[in-house]
């Protein structure tokens, strides 16, 4: 579905959070390979490891918690300006002056609130010559190339160390379903191994019981499964460009209107906007008032240190009358109705 290299092998997980743990994980256990060290078997008391970051999904600096590294101890990259996107050039000096033996990056595809993808093409340049782990927390994001192909905003993504995707994200499978993809599936058996007399392993390299967080597990894979065998490819496409296509006439409406401000180029499917100077609410307000009302649903965001409203599209189910729907909550809303 993505044109990922068939060298990827993975997991099921519960969701992103938990394939960004399984990235944070893996990426310690090859931090630690580098130097000698058994992190599944020895604890990461002598690992010397540093992760750098742009903008992390709050799930990714929980699972940097959850791993060990710790939640406040990433290395913070600067953003290209006006974007979530993270400055490469500024990688690139802060891997050089960086004296860990292991490195992890963590790469964006994309940011929740500006629907940035960090430029994983140079990324993953930079981690190979750095001998740095590359997670890319394509959650959602990564969906971008089934509409724009391989060498869209998503390109890179192939030499990425391992990838995060989430199913009940853009594919429409009921909750719990996340994916974790790594090239480097003995490091994720390392990291996860599990062995007893009574377990019932079979006779694979890498039984399945060890690449991942559960022992037990249920059949995750069976809505995927029964989702892509209803729609195909050519389907889940056709889903995502109506998102991408219901984002961007909401976006239109938003630049139109002297009430709202559109606060960045709608780019895939999430229109960032704020009350504007007219408009006699404050952000905030203007979101209470929407949710209240019970017609549409939209969530809260920074940009760029200011308050923001998120109208994120995802759902298979939406149409173009809940596009108009919204428009007429904000026209009302902007009227003071
Ligand atoms: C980029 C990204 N990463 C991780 C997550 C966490 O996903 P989950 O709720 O499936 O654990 C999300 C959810 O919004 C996300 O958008």
């Not at 981690?127 to 391989?150: M, N, P, S, T, Y």
Request: hydrophobic share 45%.
């Amino acid at each position: 579905m993505f044109e990922l290299p068939a060298v990827f092998e993975g997991v099921m997980t519960t969701g992103a959070t938990a394939a960004n743990v399984l990235g944070a994980m893996t990426a310690r256990q090859y931090a630690g390979s580098l130097q000698g060290i058994d992190v599944a078997k020895a604890g990461c008391k002598d690992l010397d490891c540093t992760v750098f970051s742009a903008t992390p999904h709050a799930s990714m600096v929980k699972a940097l918690g959850l791993a060990g590294f710790g939640q406040d101890t990433w290395v913070k990259v600067a953003c290209q300006s006006g974007t979530e996107a993270m400055d490469t050039q500024e990688l690139a000096s802060k891997l050089s002056e960086c004296t860990s033996r292991g490195k992890v990056v963590i790469a964006s595809a994309a940011t929740v609130t500006g629907t940035d993808f960090d430029d994983l093409l140079t990324v993953a340049q930079l981690c190979r010559e750095h001998q740095a782990w590359l997670h890319v927390d394509g959650a959602f994001g990564i969906f971008e190339r089934l509409v724009k192909g391989a060498a869209g905003k998503t390109q890179g993504i192939e030499l990425a160390d391992s990838i995060t995707l989430d199913c009940h994200k853009w594919l429409n499978v009921p909750y719990d379903c996340g994916v974790f993809l790594t090239r480097h599936p003995q490091t994720l058996f390392e990291t996860c191994n599990v062995d007893a007399p009574y377990l019932a392993n079979d006779d694979q390299a890498r039984p399945f019981m060890s690449l991942g967080i559960e022992n037990s597990r249920r059949f995750r894979a069976l809505p995927v499964w029964a989702t892509l065998l209803a729609y195909g490819k050519q389907g889940i496409k056709a889903q995502i460009q109506r998102n991408i296509a219901q984002a961007s006439a909401l976006a239109n409406w938003i630049a139109a209107s002297s009430e709202y401000e559109l606060l960045k180029p709608c780019s895939l499917n999430v229109v960032l906007f704020s009350a504007s100077a007219s408009n006699k609410y404050d952000t905030q307000s203007l979101l209470a008032q929407l949710n209240e009302a019970g017609q549409v649903f939209m969530t809260p965001g920074i940009w760029q240190g200011s308050a923001a409203i998120r109208c994120a599209f995802s759902n298979w189910r939406t149409e173009q009358a809940d596009v108009e729907l919204a428009i007429l909550e904000l026209a009302r809303l902007a009227e003071g109705a």
